[in-house]
T-cell receptor
Framework: DTGVSQNPRHKITKRGQNVTFRCDPI?????LYWYRQTLGQGPEFLTY????????KSRLLSDRFSAERPKGSFSTLEIQRTEQGDSAMYLC????????????FGPGTRLTVT | TQLLEQSPQFLSIQEGENLTVYCNSS?????LQWYRQEPGEGPVLLVT?????EVKKLKRLTFQFGDARKDSSLHITAAQPGDTGLYLC??????????????FGKGTLLTVNP
């Protein structure tokens, strides 16, 4: 079991640039989730996929954010025209079937927008 | 308003002491999870509780889900420095909603001093 992996682990970008993060879930898991965590807060739900279908999006996911899971395996989260308020830890999690509430998290991508 | 309130927010104790942290809500959850998170890393799942009144033990950690499924507690016996971390509770399916979206508390930051 290799666990959930995320790349890159750290990203520093200038305001206005686009960034893309990748998440590889646990191989047999069909559900994949994105969360965002800022300092002093718990993770906040952004969106989730069942296989390749994006089934729910939070209001936090503005139109500058887009997530894909094209073949139902890995997922990407893109942020366009980054703002300083986008600085956060972006966490990916995956789960399997009926135990959907047992989500296993990756190590996260720390984004810093300067 | 935070859906899940965790207390205390910070806790610093000596090795060998016992402690309890709390996770409270005015809403009913279908399940509740406890995670531990270390700096710069993703949350690691400790336990899931599903049934009201349920008690689960994981070595020196005891988790309890309230009878009404609105609150939970985590008790650590004889704390060790390795227990240091941010303890997060997360609920799924609150008030009959989606089981796939976790709602997190802000966490309890525990420091166990040698």
């Amino acid at each position: 079991d290799t666990g959930v992996s995320q790349n890159p682990r750290h990203k520093i970008t200038k305001r206005g640039q686009n960034v893309t993060f990748r998440c590889d879930p646990i191989s047999e898991h069909n559900r994949l989730y994105w969360y965002r965590q800022t300092l002093g807060q718990g993770p906040e739900f952004l969106t989730y996929f069942q296989n390749e279908a994006q089934l729910e999006k939070s209001r936090l996911l503005s139109d500058r954010f887009s997530a894909e899971r094209p073949k139902g395996s890995f997922s990407t989260l893109e942020i366009q025209r980054t703002e300083q308020g986008d600085s956060a830890m972006y966490l990916c999690a995956s789960s399997q079937g009926g135990g959907a509430y047992e989500q296993y998290f990756g190590p996260g991508t720390r984004l810093t927008v300067t | 308003t935070q859906l899940l309130e965790q207390s205390p927010q910070f806790l610093s104790i000596q090795e060998g002491e016992n402690l309890t942290v709390y996770c409270n809500s005015s809403s009913v959850f279908s399940s509740l999870q406890w995670y531990r998170q270390e700096p710069g890393e993703g949350p690691v799942l400790l336990v899931t509780v599903v049934t009201g009144g349920e008690v689960k033990k994981l070595k020196r950690l005891t988790f309890q889900f309230g009878d009404a499924r609105k609150d939970s507690s985590l008790h650590i016996t004889a704390a060790q420095p390795g227990d240091t971390g941010l303890y997060l509770c997360a609920g799924a399916g609150y008030s009959g909603g989606s089981n796939y979206k976790l709602t997190f508390g802000k966490g309890t930051l525990l420091t166990v001093n040698p």
